[in-house]
């Protein structure tokens, strides 16, 4: 079973995508939103592509 930190980090990755993907924030932006470094948006953004990667890898595309 997952806790509730990998919840928390789940949230954080996908709201650092929506965050630059929807509403075209930056790095800087984001880790102030957050209060932390934009290293670690930098991370949050590369393990949130990782998980989807593996999702996709795992299920393929269900669309077909």
Do not use: C, M
């Amino acid at each position: 079973s997952r806790g509730l930190g990998d919840v928390y980090k789940r949230q954080t990755q996908r709201e650092t995508l929506i965050l630059e993907f929807w509403y075209g924030y930056g790095d800087q932006e984001i880790a102030a939103y957050f209060h932390v470094t934009p290293r670690t948006i930098y991370n949050w953004r590369q393990k949130a592509f990782t998980a989807i990667r593996k999702y996709y890898e795992r299920n393929g595309d269900e669309r077909k």
